[in-house]
């Protein structure tokens, strides 16, 4: 249990309460992922200051959950800005440009790069779901993140069988579903090997639907394990 990577979002609007919730979250061993979407006025400088722990820089656009509202430039700008201020993670939908994507990949140094996928719709059909991994896995980034909406806790096990798939192919996967009928795959997807999950410090900061508290998560795996 102690090797599952648990990752917090920072959704706060403001640069110095996002500073705060990052210190909280690596005063307690957690990955946190900065929704660079959230804040009003991103200062990257102020917020990936060393010394700190891991962090995922994250600027997602509204048709996958996000916020983000301005000029498509700015987005890749601040992702960009990310990578060379050193954050651990930066986070990148598949759905992007390809070739700025590519770009992207081809300059990340030793930052990791996640490609994600959403589906805020759902659920996507297994062999749908299969092929889009595929074509992820093709593209070459370190973790591919594949999270789509459960209508029906059976929604999920198309998702979670998505992780032994990926492994098997040597690759690091992130993938569970949201919603209310998805918590539970938020819980048994690091136990099948996803990179990580995401879970909240407390009720009322998710980023996205059916997020569980690292305390409800931790005192499930405690009882599992
Ligand atoms: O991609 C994801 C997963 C997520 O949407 C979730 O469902 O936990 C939460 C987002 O903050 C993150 O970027």
């Given at each position: 249990?102690?090797?599952?990577?648990?990752?917090?979002?920072v959704?706060?609007?403001?640069?110095d309460?996002?500073?705060?919730?990052?210190?909280?979250?690596?005063?307690?061993?957690?990955?946190?992922?900065?929704?660079?979407?959230?804040?009003?006025?991103?200062?990257?400088?102020?917020?990936?200051?060393?010394?700190?722990?891991p962090?995922?820089?994250?600027?997602?656009?509204?048709?996958?959950?996000?916020?983000?509202?301005?000029?498509?430039s700015a987005?890749?700008?601040?992702?960009?800005?990310?990578?060379?201020?050193?954050?651990?993670?930066?986070?990148?939908?598949?759905?992007?440009?390809?070739?700025?994507?590519?770009?992207?990949?081809?300059?990340?140094?030793?930052?990791?790069?996640?490609?994600?996928w959403?589906?805020?719709?759902?659920?996507?059909?297994?062999?749908?779901?299969?092929e889009?991994?595929?074509?992820?896995?093709?593209?070459?980034?370190?973790?591919?993140?594949?999270?789509?909406?459960?209508?029906?806790?059976?929604?999920?096990l198309?998702?979670?069988?998505?992780?032994?798939a990926?492994?098997?192919?040597?690759?690091?996967?992130?993938?569970?579903?949201?919603?209310?009928?998805?918590?539970?795959?938020?819980?048994?997807?690091?136990?099948?090997g996803?990179?990580?999950t995401?879970?909240?410090?407390?009720?009322?900061k998710?980023?996205?639907?059916?997020?569980?508290?690292?305390?409800?998560?931790?005192?499930?795996?405690?009882?599992?394990?």
């Amino acid at each position: 249990m102690s090797s599952i990577r648990i990752c917090i979002p920072v959704v706060e609007t403001d640069c110095d309460a996002a500073c705060q919730c990052l210190a909280r979250i690596h005063a307690q061993g957690f990955l946190a992922e900065l929704r660079l979407d959230y804040l009003i006025q991103p200062d990257l400088q102020h917020l990936l200051h060393a010394p700190r722990g891991p962090v995922i820089a994250t600027n997602r656009l509204p048709n996958e959950g996000g916020r983000f509202s301005g000029p498509e430039s700015a987005r890749r700008r601040l992702l960009e800005q990310a990578i060379d201020l050193g954050a651990d993670y930066v986070d990148v939908e598949f759905n992007a440009d390809p070739f700025w994507r590519n770009d992207l990949l081809a300059h990340r140094g030793a930052v990791k790069l996640i490609l994600s996928w959403h589906d805020f719709k759902g659920p996507s059909t297994p062999p749908r779901l299969h092929e889009i991994m595929t074509a992820m896995i093709d593209c070459g980034a370190d973790i591919i993140k594949l999270v789509t909406y459960a209508h029906h806790p059976s929604d999920c096990l198309a998702l979670l069988g998505l992780i032994p798939a990926a492994q098997q192919q040597g690759q690091d996967i992130i993938a569970f579903c949201m919603g209310s009928a998805g918590k539970y795959s938020r819980v048994i997807a690091p136990l099948l090997g996803s990179y990580l999950t995401f879970a909240v410090l407390e009720a009322g900061k998710e980023s996205a639907p059916g997020q569980l508290t690292v305390q409800e998560m931790t005192s499930i795996w405690e009882m599992l394990t």
